[in-house]
């Protein structure tokens, strides 16, 4: 198990990113939330098996067919709390 931090930068609000994240993520098993950040980037927090975490990541680059990534900057973190699912969270 693993835990990774993502920050997504570009035009990635309004335009169903964190949905697409959230359906992702909880179609592969993932654990975590995600949320707009007021600066204009996406935060993400995911936890799961390795491979399945990176490939989230990398499907960060491309996300929905409306946004435009600018840059998805990943580092590990730690999970606050545990979590059971995948979560929309409101913007910090």
Same mark, same amino acid.
């Given at each position: 198990?693993?835990?990774?931090?993502? /920050? *997504? %930068? $570009?035009?990635?609000?309004? @335009?169903?990113?964190?949905?697409?994240?959230?359906?992702?993520?909880?179609?592969?098993?993932?654990?975590?939330?995600?949320?707009?950040?007021?600066?204009?980037?996406?935060?993400? /927090? *995911? %936890? $799961?098996?390795?491979?399945? @975490?990176?490939?989230?990541?990398?499907?960060?680059?491309?996300?929905?067919?409306?946004?435009?990534?600018?840059?998805?900057?990943?580092?590990?973190?730690?999970?606050?709390?545990?979590?059971?699912?995948?979560?929309?969270?409101?913007?910090?």
């Amino acid at each position: 198990m693993v835990t990774q931090r993502v /920050l *997504v %930068s $570009g035009r990635v609000q309004g @335009v169903g990113y964190r949905d697409w994240v959230v359906r992702t993520a909880q179609r592969t098993g993932l654990t975590g939330w995600v949320r707009n950040v007021r600066d204009g980037r996406v935060e993400i /927090l *995911v %936890s $799961g098996e390795d491979e399945t @975490v990176a490939r989230l990541i990398e499907g960060c680059h491309e996300g929905t067919p409306l946004a435009r990534v600018d840059h998805v900057e990943a580092f590990a973190a730690e999970d606050e709390k545990r979590h059971k699912g995948f979560t929309k969270r409101f913007t910090a």
